[in-house]
């Protein structure tokens, strides 16, 4: 019995023993990288952690690959296409990047409110100031303090369209709203079909694009003031103002006759991936659509009716005009965009956020080849851009007269947000517009 | 007198029992036969093969689709490829140069790397815990498995926030740290939290499912051994190991398929260059979604894997889906 117990033993000293050499091994990988007090990874390497991903993300590399060679650092990117909703649970859980990058102000501002974020380094401010207009600046600061820098941006409300079918029509690009909605009258008399697509499927965002057609007709008519009340929650969904704008959308988006080209009916906008509508513009059987500069990128796997890959240009196949305004005035242009924020103060972290925020970055960014990334940087050279959209782009952003504004929906808390979209979603499904403002607004009073 | 009034029933008592349960098994049988019958005639069979069909149209179009064109999966159905059959492997190629901080084919040596370990390890500490809790005497013993039951219906979901922050921050009681931490935040090239994440979720069900097991051997086995002096370590390595193996394969093919197409627990506890095949399905689409037409063929190179394990152990798989069923 004995000899059977000092048996059992070693038995259990063994497992003991193996078990304890299993947490040893794991143990092993923590001390093989050694990483700082503050939370980030060793001196020399930097991690950005964002939404980017797949093309964009190796274009975002090659950006700054060279400089970070250059100067001795490692920049490590991680993209992840569930960045808006994985990045709060990081943020709890402490699990933090050097660097993210945010690509809407409202969840860079609730990243700030947990106070993981950290202040910009002087160089990194001085950098955003003579960089960016004060609009830009705006998204980045938090009480008199800034805390990131604008990245790259993009520009909404483009209407997409073939110059060769508006010769045809004897159409020119409209100069108001007005005529936008009686060109597209003319062009249904002529045809007999649609001749506007939209697509408003976006998995777990469905609704988007809509959101920004909107917001892009209450800053063109109810102005600059009201719009940023309206993205504070101080202009309600409700208020004459906002559904004005809805009416001018639904001269559009809710006559049966004028959408959805190449799709379907009215509800056909919903079931529609809001990156499909490229298809049916390149073939003709869609006239117009409205979206960001981004739509370019889908047009390289379209056909046109001749079979062949559309050409992006004025004199090409498929091209864009901006949306007109429904009042005349200063031009204002929604957009998105993304910023970093630092979450140590490193000197390699605080070192590539002065980087990011200067202006080689951004000439870097938009010369990396086939990049569809301009920046509202002033230091960009747009003559350096070879695209000719995303150089009227550049122009355009960089203009002083301009008015820029990020999409509302972006700008909003997230639950205003996701019912905004819904909104959106259900008011194409046919609910009445008062009901689906109302519902849209209700959900102010769940924001916090 | 009493014995002879007695004794003269009991054989009738005994046939009569006997025609009872011939009967009974007659019946059965006879129910058996029938439901066999039934389920193997021309109607159930036809029914059978649509189902299957039916079931399989939408894979086979994917399938389809991963060969034919890009500019033709954008505008039209994969079925207009009968009329006009115009495939190409572009797609495919363009997969696997497909680059996302790793390429797809580093992606798919992550997955194996993440996903090995993560079956091996829940297997390995659940076969010892369900063996206790089913021949291990011990106090608490029945509270304890009530408790790790429980724990299956906890939510993936909800744990992930905790687990992060004891990664990261560990565990400090007043001045005394219990548990440090792991410093692995952002650190390329590390798997120890998501194999440590993947074993912890899996635990509750293994242990539930490898106890019903091995809870229903033959008590007798047991005994025999017991008798003849084996320590409970030997027990297990010689007698409960051998005669669990279907229960053990069964699990192992769940654990790996779940662990195979999770993206939730990769995406919170790997970064970067550590990215299972996944990951970098969700990005094949690209940030706007303009390539797109690459998932159908990234999909089928995901689940080349999968159908490896599936078809080598599937003798066990049926059998093992009904571990744990039986036992009352």
Request: aromatic content about 10%; overall charge negative.
């Given at each position: 019995?004995?000899?059977?117990?000092?048996?059992?033993?070693?038995?259990?000293?063994?497992?003991?023993?193996?078990?304890?050499?299993g947490?040893?091994?794991?143990?092993?990988?923590?001390t093989?990288n050694?990483?700082?007090?503050?939370?980030?990874?060793?001196?020399?390497?930097?991690?950005?952690?964002?939404?980017?991903?797949?093309?964009?993300?190796?274009?975002?590399?090659?950006?700054?690959?060279?400089?970070?060679?250059?100067n001795?650092?490692?920049?490590?990117?991680?993209?992840?296409?569930?960045f808006?909703?994985?990045?709060?649970?990081?943020i709890?859980?402490?699990?933090l990047?050097?660097?993210?990058?945010?690509?809407?102000?409202?969840?860079?501002?609730?990243?700030?409110?947990?106070?993981?974020?950290?202040?910009?380094?002087?160089?990194?401010?001085?950098?955003?100031?003579?960089?960016?207009?004060?609009d830009?600046?705006?998204?980045?600061?938090?009480?008199?303090?800034?805390?990131?820098?604008?990245?790259?941006?993009?520009?909404?409300?483009?209407?997409?369209?073939?110059?060769?079918?508006?010769?045809?029509?004897?159409?020119?690009?409209?100069?108001?709203?007005?005529?936008?909605?009686?060109?597209?009258?003319?062009?249904?008399?002529?045809?007999?079909?649609?001749?506007?697509?939209?697509?408003?499927?976006?998995?777990?965002?469905s609704?988007?694009?809509?959101?920004?057609?909107?917001?892009?007709?209450?800053?063109?008519?109810?102005?600059?003031?009201?719009?940023?009340?309206?993205?504070?929650?101080?202009t309600?969904?409700t208020?004459?103002?906002?559904?004005?704008?809805?009416?001018?959308?639904?001269?559009?988006?809710?006559?049966?006759?004028?959408?959805?080209?190449?799709?379907?009916?009215?509800?056909?906008?919903?079931?529609?991936?809001?990156?499909?509508?490229?298809?049916k513009?390149?073939?003709?059987?869609?006239?117009?659509?409205?979206?960001?500069?981004f739509?370019?990128?889908?047009?390289?796997?379209?056909?046109?009716?001749?079979?062949?890959?559309?050409?992006?240009?004025?004199?090409?196949?498929?091209?864009?005009?901006?949306?007109?305004?429904?009042s005349?005035?200063?031009?204002?242009?929604?957009?998105?965009?993304?910023?970093?924020?630092?979450?140590n103060?490193n000197?390699?972290?605080?070192?590539?956020?002065?980087?990011?925020?200067?202006?080689?970055?951004?000439?870097?960014l938009?010369?990396?080849?086939?990049?569809?990334?301009?920046s509202?940087?002033?230091?960009?050279?747009?003559?350096?851009e070879?695209?000719?959209?995303?150089?009227?782009?550049?122009k355009?952003?960089?203009?002083p007269?301009?008015?820029?504004?990020?999409?509302?929906?972006?700008?909003?808390?997230?639950?205003v947000?996701?019912?905004?979209?819904?909104?959106?979603?259900?008011?194409?499904?046919?609910?009445?517009?008062?009901?689906?403002?109302?519902?849209?607004?209700?959900?102010?009073?769940?924001?916090? | 007198?009493?014995?002879?009034?007695?004794?003269?029933?009991?054989?009738?008592a005994?046939?009569?029992e006997?025609?009872?349960?011939?009967?009974i098994?007659?019946?059965?049988?006879?129910?058996?036969?029938?439901?066999?019958r039934?389920?193997?005639?021309?109607?159930?069979t036809?029914?059978?093969?649509?189902i299957?069909?039916i079931?399989?149209?939408?894979?086979?179009?994917?399938?389809?689709?991963?060969?034919?064109?890009?500019?033709?999966?954008n505008?039209?159905?994969?079925?207009?490829?009968?009329?006009?059959?115009?495939?190409?492997l572009s797609?495919y190629?363009?997969?696997?140069?497909?680059?996302?901080?790793?390429?797809?084919?580093?992606?798919?040596v992550?997955?194996?790397?993440?996903?090995?370990?993560?079956?091996?390890?829940?297997?390995?500490?659940?076969?010892?815990?369900?063996?206790?809790?089913?021949?291990?005497n011990?106090?608490?013993?029945?509270?304890?498995?009530?408790?790790v039951?429980?724990?299956?219906?906890?939510?993936?979901?909800?744990?992930?926030?905790?687990?992060?922050?004891l990664?990261?921050n560990?565990v400090?009681?007043?001045n005394?740290?219990?548990?440090?931490?792991?410093?692995?935040?952002?650190?390329?090239?590390?798997?120890?939290?998501?194999?440590i994440?993947?074993t912890?979720?899996a635990?509750?069900?293994?242990?539930f499912?490898?106890?019903?097991?091995?809870?229903?051997?033959?008590?007798?086995?047991?005994?025999?051994?017991?008798?003849?002096?084996?320590?409970?370590?030997?027990?297990?390595?010689?007698?409960?190991?051998?005669?669990?193996?279907?229960?053990?394969?069964?699990?192992?093919?769940?654990?790996?398929?779940?662990?195979?197409?999770?993206?939730?627990?990769?995406?919170?506890?790997?970064?970067?260059?550590?990215?299972?095949?996944?990951?970098?399905?969700?990005?094949?689409?690209?940030?706007?979604?303009?390539?797109?037409?690459?998932?159908?063929?990234?999909?089928?190179?995901?689940?080349?894997?999968?159908?490896?394990?599936?078809?080598?152990?599937?003798?066990?798989?049926?059998?093992?889906?009904?571990?744990?069923?039986?036992?009352?």
């Amino acid at each position: 019995m004995t000899s059977h117990s000092v048996f059992n033993r070693r038995r259990i000293l063994t497992a003991i023993a193996i078990t304890g050499a299993g947490a040893l091994a794991l143990a092993g990988c923590t001390t093989a990288n050694p990483s700082s007090s503050s939370g980030g990874t060793g001196s020399n390497t930097v991690t950005i952690y964002g939404p980017d991903t797949g093309t964009e993300a190796t274009e975002l590399s090659a950006s700054w690959d060279t400089w970070a060679k250059d100067n001795g650092i490692t920049i490590n990117y991680t993209g992840d296409g569930n960045f808006t909703s994985n990045i709060a649970t990081k943020i709890q859980g402490n699990d933090l990047p050097d660097i993210g990058m945010f690509p809407q102000p409202g969840l860079l501002a609730a990243a700030i409110g947990t106070g993981k974020v950290v202040k910009v380094s002087s160089d990194t401010e001085n950098n955003v100031k003579n960089n960016f207009s004060s609009d830009w600046q705006g998204y980045v600061t938090s009480n008199g303090d800034m805390y990131g820098t604008p990245l790259d941006a993009s520009v909404k409300g483009y209407i997409w369209y073939t110059p060769a079918d508006f010769q045809k029509w004897g159409l020119t690009v409209p100069a108001s709203y007005s005529d936008l909605v009686s060109d597209i009258g003319k062009v249904q008399a002529t045809t007999g079909a649609a001749p506007f697509c939209a697509g408003f499927n976006s998995g777990t965002s469905s609704g988007w694009p809509g959101a920004d057609f909107l917001a892009e007709l209450v800053l063109s008519s109810a102005g600059a003031d009201t719009y940023d009340a309206w993205v504070k929650g101080d202009t309600k969904f409700t208020d004459p103002a906002i559904d004005q704008a809805f009416t001018l959308l639904g001269q559009i988006l809710q006559n049966p006759q004028y959408v959805n080209a190449g799709f379907g009916d009215v509800p056909s906008i919903n079931s529609t991936a809001f990156a499909d509508v490229a298809a049916k513009i390149a073939d003709g059987s869609c006239a117009m659509t409205n979206q960001a500069t981004f739509l370019e990128a889908n047009f390289s796997t379209t056909k046109t009716a001749a079979g062949a890959t559309p050409k992006v240009g004025s004199t090409g196949d498929v091209w864009a005009f901006p949306l007109p305004p429904v009042s005349s005035g200063k031009s204002a242009v929604v957009g998105g965009g993304d910023f970093a924020a630092a979450f140590n103060s490193n000197d390699a972290t605080q070192k590539v956020m002065a980087y990011l925020s200067s202006a080689d970055w951004a000439n870097s960014l938009i010369t990396v080849q086939n990049a569809s990334f301009i920046s509202a940087n002033k230091g960009v050279d747009a003559t350096k851009e070879t695209d000719p959209l995303l150089q009227s782009a550049i122009k355009t952003l960089q203009s002083p007269d301009t008015v820029f504004r990020f999409g509302a929906d972006d700008a909003m808390p997230t639950v205003v947000e996701n019912a905004f979209w819904k909104g959106i979603v259900d008011w194409t499904n046919g609910m009445p517009q008062a009901q689906a403002e109302a519902e849209i607004q209700a959900a102010w009073a769940n924001a916090g | 007198m009493s014995a002879t009034t007695d004794d003269l029933p009991q054989p009738i008592a005994h046939r009569s029992e006997r025609a009872r349960e011939r009967a009974i098994r007659k019946a059965e049988n006879a129910s058996l036969s029938d439901t066999k019958r039934r389920l193997s005639s021309t109607g159930a069979t036809i029914a059978a093969v649509v189902i299957a069909v039916i079931w399989t149209v939408p894979t086979f179009g994917l399938f389809i689709t991963s060969f034919r064109q890009p500019a033709d999966i954008n505008t039209s159905g994969w079925w207009t490829f009968l009329s006009n059959p115009d495939l190409t492997l572009s797609n495919y190629t363009n997969t696997l140069q497909f680059t996302d901080t790793i390429t797809v084919a580093q992606s798919f040596v992550n997955s194996l790397v993440i996903v090995i370990p993560a079956t091996i390890f829940p297997i390995a500490l659940a076969l010892l815990a369900a063996y206790a809790f089913a021949w291990v005497n011990f106090r608490g013993k029945n509270i304890l498995f009530i408790a790790v039951f429980s724990l299956q219906v906890v939510p993936i979901q909800v744990a992930l926030v905790p687990l992060l922050s004891l990664f990261s921050n560990g565990v400090t009681i007043g001045n005394w740290a219990v548990f440090p931490g792991l410093n692995l935040n952002g650190v390329e090239g590390s798997f120890a939290r998501i194999w440590i994440a993947h074993t912890i979720f899996a635990l509750p069900l293994a242990i539930f499912l490898l106890h019903n097991f091995i809870a229903a051997l033959p008590n007798d086995i047991m005994e025999a051994a017991r008798i003849d002096g084996a320590s409970h370590g030997q027990t297990f390595f010689r007698i409960v190991l051998p005669l669990a193996r279907p229960a053990i394969a069964s699990f192992a093919i769940l654990q790996f398929l779940w662990v195979w197409n999770d993206l939730l627990v990769a995406t919170i506890f790997t970064s970067g260059s550590n990215f299972p095949i996944t990951k970098l399905l969700t990005d094949l689409a690209g940030t706007y979604g303009q390539t797109w037409y690459l998932l159908s063929a990234g999909t089928f190179l995901a689940i080349i894997v999968p159908l490896i394990v599936f078809f080598a152990l599937q003798r066990y798989f049926v059998r093992g889906l009904l571990a744990g069923a039986t036992k009352g």
